[in-house]
Nanobody, 114 residues
Framework: VQLQASGGGSVQAGESLRLSCTASAKISGVQVRAWYRHTPGAQREMVASIRGGGTTYYADSVEGRFRISRDIRKDQIFLQMDSLNVDDTGTYYC?????????WGEGTQVTVSS
């Protein structure tokens, strides 16, 4: 099973992007769906996550600006990113965790210019 992320691009500060991630096949028992990002000069960090029961988590840097959602039936996750700033520039990866293994997407690039 592969995760395919899309929706990245180059935008101006203050604009929005919506990332999507789709699994190539059904993944059973997904416990956590999340988005990570790797920004220049920093380690990969979790940006947002949503657990099976619907509980969400957001990094402090994106709280109030980003929103994670999911379509369980279609094995999709989304990240709505509003009020983007230059610090949001990086490669974004989708992630799904099942009881048996972790799944990572290949990443989609987000570039925000001032």
């Amino acid at each position: 099973v592969q995760l395919q992320a899309s929706g990245g691009g180059s935008v101006q500060a203050g604009e929005s992007l919506r990332l999507s991630c789709t699994a190539s096949a059904k993944i059973s028992g997904v416990q956590v769906r999340a988005w990570y990002r790797h920004t220049p000069g920093a380690q990969r960090e979790m940006v947002a996550s949503i657990r099976g029961g619907g509980t969400t988590y957001y990094a402090d840097s994106v709280e109030g600006r980003f929103r994670i959602s999911r379509d369980i039936r279609k094995d999709q996750i989304f990240l709505q990113m509003d009020s983007l700033n230059v610090d949001d520039t990086g490669t974004y990866y989708c992630f799904m965790k099942s009881p048996w293994r972790d799944y990572w997407g290949e990443g989609t690039q987000v570039t925000v210019s001032s």
